[in-house]
């Protein structure tokens, strides 16, 4: 079950994931994705932080949202391994300011809903391909 707050961030993240759905995004590599994404969070108007460095001061967040504390980071490279994504998430969740986490992936893989006490999201990049 979850809290209150954890339920306020899932509608934030849901209501987000929405919002993203409608953006397109070269998938083929990284930086364009991240570049492209953006340019689109610009375009709607969200108040975003890019690479934002998290508290523990070696972790580097691609988007942080700071009004919800909901993060998102990208991976596209198809060489990154399924463990090193999740490891990698549950650090960015151990950090206080983060409340949630989007991970958008071009790669299929399964995600928790809940990472170290944080909601947590998987959006697959398919649906947003540009594949130029």
Known sequence: MLSDEQEHTQKIMDALVELLRKAKLRISDE??????????LLSEGLPFSREHHL????SIIDFFFPRSGIGIEVKVLKNWGKMKI???????????????LILM????????DIIQGKPAK??????????S
Request: glycine share 8%; aromatic share 10%.
């Open 122 to 131: 998987l959006h697959f990049l398919g649906e947003n391909a540009l594949w």
């Open 55 to 58: 508290s523990d001061g070696r």
């Open 105 to 112: 992936t071009a790669c299929p893989q399964g995600l928790p």
């Open 86 to 100: 999740y490891r990698q998430c549950k650090r960015y969740c151990d950090n206080t300011e983060l409340k949630g």
């Open 31 to 40: 930086k364009k994705c991240q570049e492209d994404l953006e340019q689109f």
